[in-house]
């Protein structure tokens, strides 16, 4: 699976929108990008994916460019819960099965 | 439906024993995965099965691990003998075909003295 860069954290004021960035130069044609997020002492939590158009459901939207090298996840009004760790994955679909490779991620810190 | 049920939810055992983590996947989920979760390794995916059959052990990290699926509704992960570097949260997960989503269960946090 292509390897993914994030910044390390980041902060965001309560009501504006958080744009977490993702690079992945190295994406293949048939690997898609997921977002995972893992609020603290809990399990991750799936957000959103997305393979060439830009996705939108009731958490987030997810916007990737044309050449499919970076992406960005959008929180459109960041609450206090969404103080959590987000993860870019990118993976390829096999299929006997799908295995998510977790990074480091971004900690996003969501301040009143 | 209750989500991802792991049992114990804590543990805390002596180096040498045996431990036994146990899941109940979301019903009609078929795939499952095991993770292990350390400040000094992040995330690391342990095994996955589909269709209760182990399919990539790849990630298990010794001979001491072992996982079960005997029927679609149960996993469990077991380390005989326990060592105190196996300490980490252990988190199973489900999903249902090859690309879409994985539910996290709550974790189990072991700690081996």
Known sequence: ?112 | DAGVIQSPRHEVTEMGQEVTLRCKPISGHDYLFWYRQTMMRGLELLIYFNNNVPIDDSGMPEDRFSAKMPNASFSTLKIQPSEPRDSAVYFCAGGYGSYNEQFFGPGTRLTVL
Request: net charge negative; aromatic share 8%.
């Open chain 1, 1 to 112: 699976d292509a390897k993914t860069t994030q910044p390390t954290s980041m902060d965001c004021a309560e009501g504006r929108a958080a744009n977490l960035p993702c690079n992945h130069s190295t994406i293949s044609g048939n690997e898609y990008v997921y977002w995972y997020r893992q609020i603290h002492s809990q399990g991750p939590q799936y957000i959103i994916h997305g393979l060439k158009n830009n996705e939108t459901n009731e958490m987030a939207s997810l916007i990737i460019t044309e050449d499919r090298k970076s992406s960005t996840l959008i929180l459109p009004h960041a609450t206090l819960r969404d103080t959590a760790v987000y993860y870019c994955i990118v993976r390829v679909l096999e299929t006997s099965g799908s295995r998510l490779t977790f990074g480091e991620g971004t900690q996003l810190t969501v301040n009143p």
